[in-house]
Structures are given as C-alpha cells and as structure tokens.
C-alpha cells in the first residue's frame, strides 16, 4: 500500500501517521516517488483505507492489487521516462543500446563504440564483469575495462551501460558507469538489487531466464524501494522446452508488462535467440510489439569475439537493422530516438530535450537553449506530435495560429525552429506550405520526419455516433477518411483550421451531436471520447513534416561560413550524420529539353529523384514551377557543384534546404 503525502504535510503529523501504520502493523519506509513524496506500507497490517485516506497530511491512498506497487501502473499510470545522460528511454522513442558482450581491450571497444554510433546508437553496453556459466570461461577485464568504457562512451558521446554483479562492486563502479545493468542470473540477488537500488542511478533489469513477469517486477520493486526511480526493464528471453535458440524470446511479455507496470521495457534480441542471423528479426519483432527500445550486441570481428561472438552482429547489420527500426517505427506511432553524434563547440540541444537540434555559432548556445521551436496547433494536433518526437516532450514551444506564423516566428527570431507539415502519403503535397518557402528565402528545412496518421472519430462523453449530424476537421482529415464518410453521407462536413481546432470547438461547445475527426491525442488532450479509432482509408497513411529555421546572415556575409553563400542552410541541422536529401524548386526556360537538361545534370551526378512536382506560378498562367526532393550522395562541395550547374538552366531557383532524410 502507498500513501502519498500531501505536499504541506507537518513533521508532527507525518510522525503521527507512522506511529498509526505501524500500530497497525505494517513496516514503513519514507521515500519520493515522482513529484510525490509517499510512504510505502508493506507487511500483514490491517487498516480501513477510507479512515486513513482522512488523516491530516494525506493526499491519498493508493492500495494496489498487485504485490508489487510502486513499479505498478494503479500506483503511477503515465509512462515513466527514464534519463541517461542526454537519453531517454521510454515514451513515445525507441532507444537502441550497442555494443560488444565484453570489453575484450581498449581498441576493440573504441572501434565497436565509434561503429554503432555511426549507425545511430545511443548507448553504449559491454561487460567489465561477465557472470559466465563455465568459472574457465573470460570473466572480464574488471575495472580496467570499465575504464576504457568510459573512455569509448565520452569519445563517442554516449552514456555506457555495464553489468554490476555484486554490492561491493557497485560502489566501487558508481562514478564510472551512467547506468548499472543488473544480469539475468542475479535477477534475484536481492542484496545487490538493494544496494544498486540506493545509489540511485539508472538501472537496466534483465528478466532472469527461468522468472515469471511478476518476479521480474517484484525485482524491479526492490530497486524502486531501495531509493532509485529509473528503472528500464529488459526481457532477454527466457527457458522454455524449446532448444534450437538460446532462449525464448517472451514477446508477449512486452504488451503484459507494459499494461502491468509504467516503466519501459526494452528488449534484448542478442542474448534471446543466440543465433546471429535471427537477432535482426526478433529485433523488429520486440519493436513492432511495443518495446521501448532495444541493447543488442555487435562486434567488428565476432569470430575473434572472447564471449557472445555467434550471436554478435557485424556492424554492417546493425547499420541494416537501425535502418528497418527506423522505417518500422512510426508504424507503432513511435520514433527512432538520433542523438547528434558530437558536441560541438557553440552547438547545443535544447534544454531537456535528448533532441537532434544544434544551434549555429552566430546563436549564443544559452539563448538558443531558451528559444521555443515553433508550431501551429491545439494541443494534441499531429504536428505537435511531430515536434514533441522531434525535440522530445518536454522541449519549450510556441504555439501560432497559422502556418505562416510559423515562419514569421522563425524569421523573427522568437523561435529557433518551426515544424510544418508538407505532404501527405495519400493526398501529396500542402501547397499552402510549399509555397511559403518562397516567400521567405530567409528560411531552410533543416531536417523531416514522417508521422504516422491514425484518424479517430472524436465526440463528447455521451455522444453516440448514430445521433451524429456535423462532423469537423480540417479537409485533408475528411479526404483521408474519405471511405469512411461515404457510409454517413447525411453528417455535414464543417472544414476547420487544423484537426485539433476541430476537437478544440466540440469541447467547448459541448455539443453532443457533432463529431471531430483527428488523432487520440487530441481527444486526450480535451477531455473528448474516441467513438472509432483508425478511420483513415488507407493505413499507410504518414504526413511529412519539415523543421524549418533562419538561414544565417550569410546572406550579407555576416557570421557566415565561406561555403554558405546565397543559398545554403547552415545548422540548425538534424540528425546524425551529413545531410542526405535535398529540397529544390525552380523554373526552366521555356525551350525543347529544358527540363531534360536538369534532370540530366542529377542523373550524371548520382542524384536519386525521390520527388517531382510542377505547380503553376503564381500570377504566370500556364507557366510552371517544379519541386524536387533529391537524395545526395555526398554534401559539402559536390553538391555546392552540381548546385551551380542546375542554376545555370534553370530560371528561378531555390534551394530550401539540404538536411537528413528519414526514410
Ligand atoms: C549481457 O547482457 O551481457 C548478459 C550477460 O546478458 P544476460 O544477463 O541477459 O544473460
Ligand atoms: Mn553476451
């Protein structure tokens, strides 16, 4: 039983209220959980929950039915987000953890680190001390390792992650390691779990191999009481009658666990099936099924591998397999947590962020920092979604009330970056936002991100959807649910700035016979029902978004890079890695071939059309802009190249930004 204590709670009461517990026979033990400060109350005591929900400093009582509490979902029914460093595990993010099984010497470990950092790792993972079933078997390099760990993990920018197998250890360990990793056989070692637990750093708890999901918790229990608050689950299979792989991989822990219990759950594929070529899909599988993240093991060279080599990935399917997770993500209404790969000197995420975006050298870091991203919305709109999977939940915002607020946020300099919707999976391109690109040349796209686009039919608590008569939302939401519609053609169709602004007007009205399409988010965010959930024709339905910012004083030579000239973009920039894509538009004269001519220009140069549009010009009958979106080979002066030669045929032309592409 959990009793949480009212924030203004006198030391005489608190006193009281113990000596009341214990005369009732329960073992008490104080502790801050969240924002709340509790007192857990476990043993055979007998209490009347309501007479003690009434007592001076009470906030209330939370009696759960499960042994274990404070790891429970009836305790805490949010997600817990836990951080690491500048990672987050947890939410809406899915957080990959690599590296070798042992650190086998500083070089092995220096390369493998600097290897899955390249393929967009966040964490680094490896054993300075291996319990190995066989006392013959490479026990470790002990704290020697673990030095040369924290030196791979600052190289590369990534918090470390490292097995602890006893109390003593883990003191001795604490200042070197950002999180502790408990093993699978000492699920169970509940004096370790209660020392890890009291030095209050994250934790990683393995699922021992033979443990039900309610030991497993009871576990993380332990940690929980002992005074940590981040704890991160992680199922790494378990023994079953089946021998073929390693282990049985329990996906169906995955969803359990995560309805049970408000940590994150991770899983670890390597350890699972044992077999190298079957971790990649057991990998997508934990995914799909709503994992939080993953630790998988890779080796540069697994033949020479001292422990775990059959099972270790080559760095080249690792690259292969971040690639699926990140196309496989947004499926699962998730997002594959990038992290810049190096600090640099005047580059800065924003605060509490874990996100992708630098700041330029012209920006002080501090006050880039502060500065807002900038977005156009209710709460729960999609393209807050999108900024809060981009900069993460709890980054500032500044919500306007158009699209082009958006830019002139940006412009003006009350935000650092904007997130703006410009294409959809089934009805192509938002024109309206296309076209501010080239009414503010001052503006690039710095980076994308495609969101998945799940439309729910949203109403009042009492409303039912057979006394519905006006359904709202903005019209792409009624063109993508167009099939759905067809089956109530007598609702009238009121259009509305975004979906959320439709959700937004049925709440404030209180109208019970009118109906919003746009996502659960949404509905959440304004107290509203979902009367259907997943209404769009297609699945396959994702909105592009970009994130925008200023383009630096380039322009006029001020605080600019030599290689910036007229129209290149300098950071902001998102995502690890050089820029792979790139966003033109332009005009051709109007002559046979002219079009050819550019198209040959990207053809020869290795550039991979991924979009062409044409689009009148405005006040110009008959005579035509084309959108492209190429992907980029290689940055830098190539392209600058190849830049110059598209200039040189074509007639007007912008280059709205180079940046990295999601796939
Ligand atoms: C490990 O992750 O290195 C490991 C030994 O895993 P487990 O404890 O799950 O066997
Ligand atoms: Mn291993």
Same mark, same amino acid.
């Given at each position: 039983m959990i009793v949480v204590l009212s924030k203004d709670i006198s030391s005489h009461d608190k006193e009281m209220l113990c000596i009341y517990l214990r005369d009732r026979g329960f073992n008490i033990r104080e502790q801050n959980f969240g924002e709340d400060a509790i007192l857990g109350a476990s043993g055979k005591g007998v209490v009347d929950i309501r007479e003690l929900g009434l007592l001076p400093g009470v906030e209330r009582v939370a009696a759960t039915s499960k042994p274990y509490e404070l790891a429970s979902r009836e305790t805490k029914t949010e997600d817990t987000i836990v951080t690491v460093g500048q990672v987050k595990i947890g939410g809406s993010r899915i957080s990959v953890i690599a590296g070798p099984c042992a650190v086998e010497s500083r070089e092995q470990i220096m390369e493998t680190a600097a290897r899955v950092r390249e393929s967009g790792a966040v964490m680094l993972r490896g054993g300075a001390y291996k319990p190995r079933t066989s006392p013959y078997a490479f026990q470790g390099l002990g704290m020697q390792g673990l030095e040369y760990m924290k030196a791979a993990g600052e190289a590369n920018n990534m918090p470390i992650v490292t097995e602890v197998v006893s109390p003593e250890l883990a003191v001795q360990m604490k200042d070197l390691t950002d999180m502790f990793q408990i093993g699978a056989r000492n699920m169970q070692n509940f004096e370790l779990l209660k020392k890890v637990g009291s030095l209050g750093k994250p934790v990683l708890l393995k699922r021992g191999p033979s443990a039900t999901i309610e030991e497993w918790l009871l576990s993380a229990e332990y940690l929980l009481a002992s005074g940590t608050r981040d704890v991160v689950l992680c199922e790494r299979g378990i023994r079953t009658?089946? +021998?073929? +792989?390693?282990? +049985?991989? *329990? /996906? %169906?822990a995955i969803p359990v666990v995560k309805g049970l219990s408000h940590l994150p759950v991770i899983v670890d594929p390597s350890h699972a099936v044992g077999i190298r070529a079957k971790v990649s899909p057991a990998a997508l599988a934990a995914v799909a099924a709503g994992a939080d993240g993953l630790t998988v093991e890779v080796h540069p060279r697994p033949d020479e591998a001292l422990s775990d080599g059959p099972q270790s990935l080559y760095p080249e399917q690792f690259e292969k397999l971040m690639r699926d997770i990140e196309a496989l993500a947004p499926v699962v209404g998730k997002e594959l947590l990038r992290i810049p790969r190096y600090s640099m000197p005047g580059y800065a995420a924003p605060a509490g962020s874990g996100s992708l975006l630098r700041v330029t050298d012209s920006a002080p870091a501090e006050a880039a920092m502060d500065l807002p991203a900038a977005y156009c919305g209710e709460n729960g709109a999609y393209t807050e979604q999108a900024l809060n999977r981009i900069f993460g939940e709890d980054a500032p915002r500044l919500q306007v009330d158009s699209f082009r607020g958006i830019f002139d946020a940006v412009l003006g300099g009350s935000a650092s970056a904007g997130v703006v919707p410009v294409e959809? %999976?089934? +009805?192509?391109? /938002?024109h309206e936002n296309y076209d501010l690109f080239l009414r503010y040349p001052d503006i690039a796209i710095v980076g994308e991100l495609k969101l998945r686009v799940v439309h729910c039919l949203i109403a009042h608590e009492r409303a039912d959807i057979d006394s519905l008569r006006i359904v709202r939302s903005h019209p792409q939401g009624f063109a993508q649910c167009r099939e759905f519609l067809e089956k109530y053609p007598e609702w009238v169709q009121e259009p509305c700035t975004t979906t959320a602004t439709a959700v937004v007007s049925i709440a404030r009205e209180g109208a019970i016979r009118v109906a919003a399409i746009a996502s659960e988010a949404a509905a959440k965010a304004h107290g509203l029902k979902v009367l259907r959930e997943g209404i769009e024709t297609n699945p396959l339905n994702y909105t592009r978004f970009v994130i925008i910012s200023r383009r630096c004083g380039g322009r006029n030579? *001020?605080? @600019?890079? *030599?290689? @910036?000239? *007229?129209t290149a973009p300098v950071p902001p920039s998102l995502g690890s890695?050089?820029?792979?894509k790139a966003s033109l538009v332009f005009s051709v004269p109007d002559e046979p071939g002219s079009l050819f001519a550019c198209l040959k220009i990207m053809s020869e140069r290795g550039l991979n059309l991924s979009k062409l549009e044409s689009r009148p010009i405005q006040g110009k009958p008959w005579e035509y802009l084309f959108y492209v979106d190429v992907s980029i080979p290689q940055a830098g002066e190539l392209f600058d190249k190849v830049l110059d030669e598209l200039k040189g045929k074509t007639v007007d032309f912008y280059h709205l930004g180079s940046y990295r592409a999601m796939l």
């Open positions: 009658c089946e +021998t073929y +792989t390693r282990n +049985t991989l *329990d /996906i %169906s959809n %999976s089934l +009805t192509g391109s /938002i030579g *001020d605080g @600019c890079a *030599d290689r @910036c000239g *007229d890695g050089q820029p792979n």
